[in-house]
């Protein structure tokens, strides 16, 4: 914080003063808009083409209402949980886990190369990769209970549809000139890069046994060329593989297990993320650790349970952000900035795991949020990208070259830092913009990401993307 800027804390305690108490249920906020805007407003890095933004915001608007998208579009992506009820506890831990793991599943390998989930007979990457592998261990764990006590996950038919109609609907309706970009790799149709022409899936999925051997190397069998001896290497040994039954018991869900170092080992995690390729999950040193401390926090502050720890939040999206970044540090995506006095506030796996909470359970239950609102975007690196590609968002000459070349940008930079925080800051224009265009439009930026993510993941599927992603490992994104 410069300082010119008057501290918010200062200004909650003057107004308590001066007002009075605020009422037992007032959560200011989470302070990642504020603290977005602020790094936006420094940023020499990364700005935001005001003309496309007001453009894209027509379009994504224009499709959102096509696509009938909307919050339960969440649970019709066929690997997401449907809960068997509004107080469902093994589907609101199913998607604590999911936020706990949910960062860094980029790969610079090619597609037939990189870390792979194989589930229910399909190949999933990225994201995808982590709720196939999590459905897999609880499938695996009912099998060797005899038992299908997990009712909720038993839902897929394997054909499921992602809420997204047709991966092509980037149908080049869109106006305005989102390309008008002064480094020339924006999209000049007007935004979303014209048509992605996949093959209507939103994830990365690959039909086990598809890929075409072209006699170099073995087909795997798994639609995944492994080049060498044909056989599926998870990362371990086969003496380690040997000594995890297949279908054991693996309590993944459950924060007793993730804090009992016996059993949750990181021989069994990689059991857990063992992959169809040669390529091991990113960071499973890193996932360990988020499931051990996430385990004692529950345990220490919440009887071990992530229903209680929603419960805590007493409806509010923002208290239950800020018992998460207060709590848990695995969560605390914060970061220091030059100029600001303290730091930075982007709580991606947060904020998310606030929303897909909310979309979940359709709002109700666990998911009933009444400040849902107030949650920004999640900075990661698939929304940057697609604000990219639409010419809202735009970069420095040398950040540019470094993101086109693949290079690594260090987690925390000042470089990371603004792409993040401008992504947050522009999200929120889009969701200005619409709202100012249609004030009847129920829109918050939890949609707007969901739509942007989506739309982004079947640009790629479609072999379509025009500009690449930043990269950067860290547990936050
Ligand atoms: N901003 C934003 N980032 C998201 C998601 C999601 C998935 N959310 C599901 C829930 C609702 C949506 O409809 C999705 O079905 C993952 N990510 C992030 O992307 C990166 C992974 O990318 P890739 O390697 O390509 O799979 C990684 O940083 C991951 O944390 C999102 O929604 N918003």
């Known amino acids: 914080m410069s300082d010119d800027e008057a501290d918010p804390e200062l200004l909650a305690l003057l107004r308590q003063h001066f007002l009075g108490k605020p009422a037992a249920d007032a959560e200011p906020n989470t302070g990642v808009l504020q603290d977005a805007e602020a790094v936006y407003d420094d940023s020499i890095d990364v700005a935001i083409d005001m003309r496309s933004t007001k453009a894209a915001a027509q379009t994504i608007h224009a499709q959102m209402q096509r696509k009938e998208f909307s919050a339960g579009s969440w649970s019709s992506h066929e690997l997401h949980p449907t809960p068997s009820g509004p107080d469902d ?3 609101v831990a199913f998607v604590f886990v999911l936020d706990l793991l949910n960062f860094s599943f980029w790969s610079d390998l090619p597609d037939e190369e990189r870390f792979a989930i194989e589930y229910r007979g399909r190949i999933w990457t990225g994201y995808w990769s982590l709720v196939a592998a999590l459905r897999r261990a609880l499938d695996e764990a009912n099998d060797a209970n005899g038992s299908s006590n997990g009712a909720a996950y038993d839902a897929i038919d394997g054909e499921g549809d992602s809420g997204i109609d047709d991966a092509s609907g980037l149908d080049g309706a869109s106006t305005g000139e989102a390309g008008s970009v002064s480094d020339g790799r924006g999209v000049a149709d007007g935004g979303f890069a014209g048509e992605s022409g996949s093959a209507g899936e939103s994830g990365s999925a690959g039909e086990v046994g598809s890929s075409a051997d072209d006699g170099n190397g073995a ?3 798994n639609g995944v060329e492994s080049g060498s001896d044909g056989e599926h290497n998870s990362g371990i040994d086969e ?16 924060p007793d297990f993730w804090k009992n170092e016996d059993e949750c080992t990181l021989e069994i ?5 063992r992959s169809a390729t040669e390529e091991e999950m990113p960071m499973l040193a890193e996932r360990l650790d988020c499931l051990r401390d996430a385990g004692r926090v529950l345990s220490h502050h919440y009887d071990g349970s992530v229903a209680n720890l929603v419960r805590a939040a007493d409806g509010s999206a923002v208290r239950l952000v800020n018992l998460l970044a207060r709590d848990f540090p695995c969560f605390r995506d914060e970061h220091f900035f030059a100029g600001r006095r303290r730091p930075v506030r982007l709580l ?3 904020q998310i795991f606030v929303a897909d909470v909310w979309a979940c359970f359709g709002g109700q239950g666990f998911g009933a949020f009444r400040d849902i609102d107030k949650i920004t975007m999640f900075a990661d690196y698939r929304v940057p990208q697609i604000l990219n590609t639409l010419g809202c968002l735009y970069y420095s000459p040398s950040l540019a070259a470094t993101i086109s070349r693949g290079a690594l940008i260090e ?17 929120e224009l889009l969701r200005r913009e619409i709202v100012k265009q249609h004030p009847d439009a129920k829109v918050n930026a939890v949609l707007i990401d969901f739509f942007l993510y989506d739309t982004m993941k079947e640009i790629e599927a479609g072999g379509k993307e025009t500009v690449r992603h930043h990269r950067t490992r860290s547990i936050w994104y």
């Open 411 to 427: 987690s925390g930079s000042r470089w990371e830092v603004q792409l993040r925080a401008c992504s947050i800051w522009c999200v």
């Open 239 to 254: 003496t380690e593989q040997a000594a995890i039954p297949k279908k054991r018991k693996i309590a993944i869900t459950s």
């Open 269 to 273: 995690l990689r059991h857990v993320f």
């Open 348 to 350: 991606k796996r947060a």
């Open 219 to 221: 087909d795997d069998g």
């Open 89 to 91: 506890e093994e589907t």
